[in-house]
Structures are given as C-alpha cells and as structure tokens.
C-alpha cells in the first residue's frame, strides 16, 4: 500500500495569505507529483520532480512554486494566494520503473476567500 | 484540447452485473493506460494498468482492453459490488513526455443493490 501524506486535508485562508501545502512519501520514490483537479474534471499536472534539487513546471500554468530538498518531501508554495486558486491539490509519487503507476496522497482541498 | 476522453459522466449498474468503463484517446504515442478510482475526499486510488504492447490484462474483478487502432480503452468490473461506486478516471502516458500522465474528466459508477 503507497504511503503518501498531504497536511493539510482542508484549508480555507483569506486573499494575499502565503500558504504551503505539504506532500511526504515514505516509499523512497525519486519520481513526485503535483496535480490540480477542479471538481467534476480531469487532473491536471502543475509540478513534478525527478529527483532532489530537480523540479519542472507541468502542462498547466501555475503561480506556485515547489521544492524537492530531499527525496521524501515535496512541498507546494503560493506566495500570495487568490480566490482562482481554490481547487484540490493532489501530490503524487512513482517508481523509477518504466512502467510505474502513480500513488496519490489525499489531498488537499484549499479554499481562498 | 482533450487527449483522453471519458464520454460518459456517469454510469449505474446493478450489484452483480458487469461494469464498463470507456476510454478513448487521440495521442497515438501513449504507451501506458491506467484506471484509478476515487471516492469523495480521498485521492485516486491506482486499480489495474495495461502497456501498449498488451491487450488485455486482468486483476481479480478487474480487467483493462486496449484496442490501439481504435484508440479506445475500457474497464470491466464483474461482478460489481456496491463499494465499487465512485469515480474512475482514465489516464495515460505520453511515452515521449513521460513525466506526465494525462487523466480523462471521469466516470460515476453507481452500483445499485
């Protein structure tokens, strides 16, 4: 069973707040993940790292930033959230395999008022 | 542009009988389709997975068809169950891109007792 943590699981925080949302894997995966769902559509890749010190944007343009200083930990960072940045967060990993599927974390559903 | 297509928002099916569960994609260089699941609060949850170079592949009540001419993938549960119900999204990846797996906007199963 995958072991993925996100902290927190609901956050509702006023305009302009920095926030960080955390993401800790304790499988020792190289490969980690940031996705962003709105509800009722699909998933969208905002971050991902392959490795410590390696991090790249996704398909989806993203004002938050991300940092991979060890391989276990993936936070996410919004320097001043906004309301159009309410959604749910979804961290993921993967083994280094060529045929690897994703584990998900829970989740964190953020809400900026 | 969607690259992974779920056309069916939602599904109902009764306990016993057969789910299916379709997929249809226009990227032709994907190489690996999974199918997760996910209940309300909680992240995908990884099910079954299937690479290009197979076409079929089964776990327990679950199996995954891929028919690469048609681009179309699908999901069969039998039988279902009522702890199936939730959603279950598609997903995909780019064997050139492989950092990122694309998921389709999901399915509502409802299994019906």
């Known amino acids: 069973e995958a072991d993925i943590y996100q902290t927190p699981r609901y956050l509702v925080i006023g305009t302009g707040k920095k926030i960080t949302l955390e993401c800790s894997q304790t499988?020792?995966?190289?490969?980690m993940y940031w996705y962003q769902q709105d509800p009722g559509m699909e998933l969208h890749l905002i971050h991902y790292?392959?490795?410590?010190?390696?991090?790249e944007k996704g398909d989806l343009s993203s004002e938050s930033t991300v940092s991979r200083i060890r391989t276990e930990h993936f936070p996410l960072t919004l320097e001043s959230a906004r309301p159009s940045h309410t959604s749910q967060y979804l961290c993921a990993s993967s083994d280094a395999q060529a045929f690897a599927p994703l584990h998900f974390g829970n989740g964190t559903r953020l809400t900026v008022t | 542009d969607q690259q992974v297509k779920q056309n069916s928002p939602s599904l109902s099916v009764q306990e016993g009988r057969i789910s299916i569960l379709n997929c249809d994609y226009t990227n032709s260089m994907f190489d690996y389709f999974l199918w997760y699941k996910k209940y309300p609060a909680e992240g995908p949850t990884f099910l079954i997975s299937i690479s290009s170079i197979k076409d079929k592949n089964e776990d327990g009540r679950f199996t995954v068809f891929l028919n690469k001419s048609a681009k179309h993938l699908s999901l069969h549960i039998v039988p279902s169950q009522p702890g199936d119900s939730a959603v279950y999204f598609c997903?995909?990846?780019?064997?050139?891109?492989?950092?990122?797996?694309?998921f389709g906007p999901g399915t509502r199963l409802s299994v019906l007792p």
């Open positions: 790292s392959y490795g410590v010190n390696s991090t």
């Open positions: 997903a995909a990846r780019d064997q050139l891109y492989g950092q990122n797996f694309v």
């Open positions: 499988m020792g995966h190289d490969k």
